[in-house]
T-cell receptor, first 116, second 110 residues
Framework: SAVISQKPSRDICQRGTSLTIQCQVD?????MFWYRQQPGQSLTLIAT?????????ESGFVIDKFPISRPNLTFSTLTVSNMSPEDSSIYLCSAFSGQSYTGELFFGEGSRLTVL | EDQVTQSPEALRLQEGESSSLNCSYT??????LFWYRQDPGKGPEFLFTLYSAGEEKEKERLKATLTKKESFLHITAPKPEDSATYLCAVTTSGTYKYIFGTGTRLKVLA
């Protein structure tokens, strides 16, 4: 398994500002993922972050809005840029265990952002 | 289009009142079906993986089953601490991506 820590756990932000969310895994993992969970909706994949390459973004998400870093095999960041109230959501970091590309996905506790 | 639908959206049970949650899927080439539990303010916690029709997994009061079109999460004699949102997700052949349902919010009353 993988234990995933995220910070901040929650934040209240002003419109137009940016916030960076950090994700730390307790072991080396190949694939890391960032999800968004809006109230009453399912988890939506934002992007896949692999170490040593550019993040791969899903339809509807762009690098300028959600830049991602993956400097090593245990750490990643997601920045939510130029925030608007529509960005208020829970952002979740996740990973497969070790070098796996399949199987159980492990999640962090989430970062709840409120944009005023 | 691959799709996962969970029902009901919300469920209230009395303590000890057994019931089942449903996860229906329409995908091309199921590779795995996953159940998660999510408590308020927390990330999803992995419960079960099912890979083939007829497979069953159990953990305490929970039992997950799988057919070719749907999965059930059976909750036997639930307790208030079983209250949570239960999420279902699938992966398909040729991709590592999960497709999540919207979840069932379960409330067990003492």
């Amino acid at each position: 398994s993988a234990v995933i820590s995220q910070k901040p756990s929650r934040d209240i932000c002003q419109r137009g500002t940016s916030l960076t969310i950090q994700c730390q895994v307790d072991s080396q993992v190949t694939m890391m993922f960032w999800y968004r969970q809006q109230p009453g909706q399912s988890l939506t994949l934002i992007a896949t972050a692999n170490q040593g390459s550019e993040a791969t973004y899903e339809s509807g998400f762009v690098i300028d809005k959600f830049p991602i870093s993956r400097p090593n095999l245990t750490f990643s960041t997601l920045t939510v840029s130029n925030m608007s109230p529509e960005d208020s959501s829970i952002y979740l970091c996740s990973a497969f265990s070790g070098q796996s590309y399949t199987g159980e996905l492990f999640f962090g506790e989430g970062s709840r952002l409120t944009v005023l | 289009e691959d799709q996962v639908t969970q029902s009901p959206e919300a469920l209230r049970l009395q303590e000890g009142e057994s019931s089942s949650l449903n996860c229906s899927y329409t995908v091309s080439g199921l590779r795995g079906l996953f159940w998660y539990r999510q408590d308020p303010g927390k990330g999803p916690e992995f419960l079960f993986t099912l890979y083939s029709a007829g497979e069953e997994k159990e953990k305490e009061r929970l039992k997950a089953t799988l057919t070719k079109k749907e999965s059930f999460l059976h909750i036997t004699a639930p307790k208030p601490e079983d209250s949570a949102t239960y999420l279902c997700a699938v992966t398909t052949s040729g991709t590592y991506k999960y497709i999540f349902g919207t979840g069932t919010r379960l409330k067990v009353l003492a």
